[in-house]
């Protein structure tokens, strides 16, 4: 098992920054990927981005490259969401997710096995 708990979320205004991060714990084994994604009300969860655990390669959604970047600190076991430039439409509950099958980057839910349970990040215009 691993879980994962997200911190960091909050109101703010538009064209503001917020930091995101994740915690990992749990299974010794390390994450293939570790991505985060988002789900507004009423909508589908949706992909935000993805950095593999070991080379640092990242992947981006088109909603959010240029704004957001993703990182890491293995050291700390510690994933993160640098959120630039945010607008109204960013407003979602934001989850952390771990990808524990090497292969690709993947950006659809199926393929994370682990959750964390959501930061609310509000972004008012």
């Known amino acids: 098992q691993v879980q994962l708990v997200e911190s960091g979320g909050g109101l703010v205004q538009a064209g503001t920054s917020l930091r995101l991060s994740c915690a990992a714990s749990?299974?010794?084994?390390?994450?293939?990927?570790m991505g985060w994604f988002r789900q507004a009300p009423a909508k589908e969860r949706e992909f935000v981005a993805t950095?593999?655990?070991?080379?640092?390669?990242?992947y981006y959604s088109g909603s959010v490259k240029g704004r957001f970047t993703i990182s890491k600190d293995n050291a700390k076991n510690m994933v993160f969401l640098q959120m630039n430039s945010l607008k109204p439409e960013d407003t979602a509950v934001y989850y952390c997710?771990?990808?524990?099958?090497?292969?690709?980057?993947?950006?659809?839910?199926?393929?994370?096995?682990?959750w964390g349970q959501g930061t609310q990040v509000t972004v008012s215009s």
């Open positions: 997710a771990a990808d524990m099958t090497p292969g690709s980057l993947n950006d659809y839910v199926g393929a994370y096995e682990y």
């Open positions: 749990g299974r010794t084994a390390s994450p293939y990927s």
């Open positions: 950095i593999t655990w070991r080379a640092g390669r990242t």
